[in-house]
T-cell receptor
């Protein structure tokens, strides 16, 4: 079946540095990918919708200059956390959808990426 | 606004016990409802879904019925196994928005012991 892969699974970075997380659709093309964030014991919160070849659409309250999203190809979206701070430490998950014949859009999720900012 | 509320975990059960994980929702449109499962070290996987009222989604022995009158989509399984240990997420999608955006509950961790 369709697979979405994230990299890295775990990352530790120093405060003030930037870190990039990749989300790849391995066997299908995804014109739209989604980035979610999850704090401990809380829901997955949608951060932004990543559109191939155009600017991402950010949810209310998400700083677009801090969380840079690039969707340069139909199989890759990247999330860059710029000038990271400890409060950015979280679990980040991406998803991508593909149109399945007869069943409509199916959404596939990556494994998630743990970010720890020290 | 649209939201999903599910019971807090962890839920701890012995093997072959009956499982219920409650999920209720608030939606302004006409939602489709989903249960996703996340096994340790893996991404979220779709477990089952229902797209309209009174639909029953089922998969791997799990079932959930879309109850519009109680705005609920409780997950049930008659006999759990150790391999069912995972985190379960209830989610909704407002289809009238023509989007694949999902709104999730907080997740419920299920631990099944032999």
């Amino acid at each position: 079946g369709a697979v979405v892969s994230q990299h890295p699974s775990w990352v530790i970075c120093k405060s003030g540095t930037s870190v990039k997380i990749e989300c790849r659709s391995l066997d299908f093309q995804a014109t739209t990918m989604f980035w979610y964030r999850q704090f401990p014991k809380q829901s997955l919160m949608l951060m932004a919708t990543s559109n191939e070849g155009s600017k991402a659409t950010y949810e209310q309250g998400v700083e677009k200059d801090k969380f840079l999203i690039n969707h340069a190809s139909l199989t890759l979206s990247t999330l860059t956390v710029t000038s990271a701070h400890p409060e950015d430490s979280s679990f980040y998950i991406c998803s991508a959808s593909t149109l399945d014949r007869g069943s409509g859009n199916t959404i596939y999720f990556g494994e998630g990426s743990w970010l720890t900012v020290v | 606004g649209d939201s999903v509320t599910q019971m807090e975990g962890p839920v701890t059960l012995s093997e072959e016990a009956f499982l219920t994980i409650n999920c209720t929702y608030t939606a302004t449109g006409y939602p489709s409802l989903f249960w996703y499962v996340q096994y340790p070290g893996e991404g979220l996987q779709l477990l089952l879904k229902a797209t309209k009222a009174d639909d029953k989604g089922s998969n791997k022995g799990f079932e959930a019925t879309y109850r519009k009158e109680t705005t609920s989509f409780h997950l049930e399984k008659g006999s759990v196994q150790v391999s069912d240990s995972a985190v379960y997420f209830c989610a909704l999608r407002i289809d009238s928005y023509n989007t694949d955006k999902l709104i999730f509950g907080t997740g419920t961790r299920l631990q099944v012991f032999p």
